[in-house]
T-cell receptor, first 117, second 117 residues
Framework: AQKVTQAQTEISVVEKEDVTLDCVYE???????LFWYKQPPSGELVFLIR??????QNEISGRYSWNFQKSTSSFNFTITASQVVDSAVYFC??????????????FGTGTQLKVEL | DTEVTQTPKHLVMGMTNKKSLKCEQH?????MYWYKQKAKKPPELMFV???????INESVPSRFSPECPNSSLLNLHLHALQPEDSALYLC????????????????FGPGTRLTVL
């Protein structure tokens, strides 16, 4: 069975602070995929990043960076110099190998990020 | 174009009504999904269509009936719903073919906020 844990239910920061959202996963698959999605108050889930289990290279995209560590089964997400527009719920998700029948995402419970002025 | 559209944005219906939710994508994706999301919870998978065939049904009550008329369209027919079915209904799509690392990410629509009275 697959499981994703986002222990931080809610985080509040002041604008320009850096913030890290934690994600820990469990899977027995040797090949798997990890994702981060952002859900602003409007409701739409916005895809941010996919990381393959065989690629542990960290990634930076503007103010966003992701730290994937297989040894600790973690895929953490850092926002540098946070902005009010970053306020949203962030979901970490996990899926196994696509079999041609679509892939099932296992979501974490989400972290509500509030960025205040 | 990474857009998934959903109509309507909001829907209020009585328990005896019949209504339909619609989803459309023009990214050439072959897998499409319906999710249900309650407030402050992660999305829950309901159905997956792959190459226009139902591949996953997560034991959803029969008052929800999915339909995939063609590779771009996905409908969810609603009949005799209960107040507890009130939620945000999200549609998503992904490439859907087997094994390719770049095929996994799901792109979500803005959702339909359903209220059952």
């Amino acid at each position: 069975a697959q499981k994703v844990t986002q222990a931080q239910t809610e985080i509040s920061v002041v604008e320009k602070e850096d913030v890290t959202l934690d994600c820990v996963y469990e899977t027995r698959d040797t090949t798997y995929y990890l994702f981060w999605y952002k859900q602003p108050p409007s409701g739409e889930l916005v895809f941010l990043i996919r990381r393959n289990s065989f690629d542990e290279q960290n990634e930076i995209s503007g103010r966003y960076s992701w730290n994937f560590q297989k040894s600790t089964s973690s895929f953490n997400f850092t926002i540098t110099a946070s902005q009010v527009v970053d306020s949203a719920v962030y979901f970490c998700a996990l899926s196994g190998v696509v079999t041609g029948g679509g892939n099932k995402l296992t979501f974490g419970t989400g972290t509500q990020l509030k960025v205040e002025l | 174009d990474t857009e998934v559209t959903q109509t309507p944005k909001h829907l209020v219906m009585g328990m005896t009504n019949k209504k339909s939710l619609k989803c459309e994508q023009h990214m050439g994706h072959r897998a499409m999904y319906w999710y249900k999301q309650k407030a402050k919870k992660p999305p829950e998978l309901m159905f997956v269509y792959s190459y226009e065939k139902l591949s996953i049904n997560e034991s959803v009550p029969s008052r929800f009936s999915p339909e995939c008329p063609n590779s771009s369209l996905l409908n969810l027919h609603l009949h005799a719903l209960q107040p507890e079915d009130s939620a945000l209904y999200l549609c998503a799509s992904s490439q859907g073919s087997s094994g390719r690392a770049g095929d996994n990410e799901q792109f979500f629509g803005p959702g339909t906020r359903l209220t059952v009275l």
